[in-house]
């Protein structure tokens, strides 16, 4: 080779690794990760800011909101994030292989289907307009609440919505009734202080399981920074978990909300330990809630064949990452 050809080739060899060196965010110890403004989405996230457990585990977030888990499934499926949080309504995504569940988060219980003030019984809304963001944990409780009641989506009038938009046609009475979720619905009793609450998560205990969850991309949870990622997760639970009021108020301050606001929309929230995901990671508890999550779905046609909990739930990735 030439000293001409063997510079050329040096500087080809330097050019390949610059460019690898900012191809893609995990290369530099930086993560892009998707969240919902509420206390589910958003209070790890505050608490990882706050405590420095980015930097604690050699990582960099850039961190986005959005108004619902499926958008995020969608930017982990096209690149644009690397993590993500999903509400239960979104569980059937990642079981159909489009992502992995490396982290549970909290059992939520905000879910409503609320009704306009006259309205009593579930069966009222056979023929009714009923709003709904489609793929979500409203569309969800909207299914059960029907179910239990002997009726499916075809005996009222669905129309597909946004959660802004719930809010301004609710307290329009553009429509009678909504499958909807706190602390959004606090909006809707300000303005429809007699609204009616037909159905809640708790009436489904034994039933369903109603689990949120941290997401990542296909490709990424075999990174290194999936595994740091995931340890800067439980750190923050650990804190979340042993500083719940410290916990409300950084939360409140990432998303620039009263801290009432936040503790409020916390109440509807059964918080998961660290050790308590371990332990229930173990011994199956939380397969079967997925399990059942699984059923549900496939029941309602969103999920034609799960992947199966071993497939889509990273377990060993999110008890290992504990470990030195």
């Known amino acids: 080779m030439t000293s001409r050809k063997r510079w050329l080739a040096a500087l080809l060899t330097g050019l390949v690794v610059a460019l690898s060196g900012c191809g893609g965010s995990s290369d530099a110890g930086e993560v892009r990760f998707g969240y919902i403004g509420d206390y589910n989405g958003a209070s790890l996230l505050a608490v990882a800011e706050d405590q420095k457990l980015w930097e604690k585990h050699g990582l960099t977030a850039e961190i986005s909101s959005f108004n619902n888990g ?101 307290s329009a009475k553009r429509i009678d009734a909504a499958g909807f979720w706190y602390p959004a619905l606090d ?3 300000k303005q429809v202080p007699g609204l009616v609450e037909l159905a809640r998560n708790s009436d489904f205990a034994g039933q369903l399981e109603f689990p949120t969850a941290f997401v990542a991309g296909n490709d990424v949870v075999g990174r290194d920074e999936a595994r740091r990622t995931v340890a800067v997760l439980r750190d923050a639970m650990r804190y979340r978990s042993a500083n719940p009021e410290r916990t409300i108020e950084l939360t409140a301050g990432l998303l620039e909300k009263d801290p009432a606001q936040v503790r409020a929309d916390a109440a509807n929230v059964r918080v998961l330990g660290v050790d308590e995901l371990d332990g229930m990671t173990r011994d199956g508890t ?39």
Request: proline letters at 6%.
């Open 286 to 324: 939380v397969r079967n809630w997925l399990s059942g999550m699984d059923a549900y779905f496939t029941g309602t046609g969103q999920l034609r064949r799960s992947t199966g909990p071993e497939n889509y739930y990273a377990a060993d990735l999110f008890t290992s990452a504990g470990t030195p």
């Open 70 to 170: 499926p958008l995020q499934i969608q930017a982990l499926g096209s690149g644009d994030l690397d993590f993500g949080y999903i509400g239960p309504g979104a569980m059937w995504l990642p079981a159909s292989g489009q992502a992995k569940v490396v982290a549970l988060n909290t059992l939520g219980n905000a879910d409503r289907v609320i009704a306009q003030p006259g309205i009593t019984d579930v069966a009222d809304l056979r023929g009714k307009t009923v709003g709904v963001p489609q793929g979500t944990s409203g569309e969800m409780i909207l299914d059960l609440a029907l179910s239990r009641a002997g009726m499916t989506k075809s005996d009222v009038k669905v129309v597909p919505m946004d959660a802004s938009t719930i809010v301004s046609a609710f």
């Open 187 to 189: 909006t809707v009793r």
